[in-house]
């Protein structure tokens, strides 16, 4: 492929995001020619799917890493399929480093991977006992009433426990990676874009048998699930 069409496709497909971005219509399409369902909850629009794209949105490719030592000592933007099988992409996306986050190019033009305090503002919207600002947001660990009740798909996850997708958000558990993969089917982590330190970085975890939602921190080497997100347009 020549690099004349490499860019005039790259163009095309650039345009092709921000239609879908603005369309108001619940979907979204990212470099790859993925397509997404949207949600608007308060005043922001979420993915209802993990994000599955291999390419920043510049083009770039990512790298895909299989091998686990390589994957722990990689420190530049990356992912990886579940098991190294790309079976999982259609269901539940692609786990990705924290590095590939911080590029601020993972989610199609006009998107971005949401900061620890839009999650924590999520949180406050769809949760039935903890608003916006309530300060059990600020906390470590398991927090709120029955968030994560309300955000988890009604199906796909191990076990019936009470799952009502209230608002569409359609939370799946894709499991995680460092140096093996777990969870997957009983827990869901997603990266927020705020580091703790120059290691970790904040994220979000859901657990088939629990209610309410973790926030903690974990290496920027870690394999999660990601959803983009924007401020809602009139």
């Known amino acids: 492929m020549s690099k004349k069409y490499f860019l005039v496709l790259t163009i095309i497909l650039l345009c092709m995001q921000g239609i879908s971005a603005q369309s108001g219509k619940g979907r979204l399409v990212d470099i790859d020619g993925n397509e997404y369902t949207v949600t608007r909850i308060g005043n922001f629009d979420w993915m209802c799917e993990n994000l599955r794209?291999?390419?920043?949105?510049?083009?770039?490719?990512?790298?895909?890493?299989?091998?686990?030592?390589?994957?722990?000592?990689?420190?530049?933007?990356?992912?990886?399929?579940?098991?190294?099988?790309?079976?999982?992409?259609?269901?539940?996306?692609?786990?990705?480093?924290?590095?590939?986050?911080?590029?601020?190019?993972?989610?199609?033009?006009?998107?971005?991977?949401?900061?620890?305090?839009?999650?924590?503002?999520?949180?406050?919207?769809?949760?039935?006992?903890?608003?916006?600002?309530?300060?059990?947001?600020?906390?470590?660990?398991?927090?709120?009433?029955?968030v994560a009740v309300v955000l988890k798909a009604t199906d796909g996850w191990r076990d019936k426990y009470p799952a009502t997708d209230s608002y569409g958000f359609s939370a799946l558990p894709g499991g995680e990676y460092l140096t093996a993969f777990h969870g997957y089917g009983t827990s869901g982590f997603w990266w927020t874009s705020t580091e703790s330190d120059s290691t970790n970085a904040w994220y979000r975890n859901m657990v088939y048998s629990f209610d309410n939602i973790d926030r903690n921190t974990h290496p920027k080497t870690m394999g999660f699930s990601v959803r983009c997100v924007r401020a809602k347009t009139p």
């Open 53 to 146: 794209c291999k390419h920043l949105n510049t083009g770039t490719p990512l790298i895909n890493i299989t091998d686990n030592a390589q994957w722990i000592n990689t420190h530049t933007a990356a992912f990886t399929w579940y098991n190294n099988n790309p079976k999982y992409q259609d269901s539940t996306g692609l786990l990705y480093n924290w590095y590939a986050v911080n590029t601020e190019k993972l989610c199609p033009l006009g998107w971005h991977i949401p900061s620890d305090d839009e999650w924590k503002n999520l949180e406050g919207i769809v949760d039935s006992l903890y608003s916006v600002g309530n300060e059990v947001w600020n906390e470590s660990g398991l927090r709120g009433s029955n």
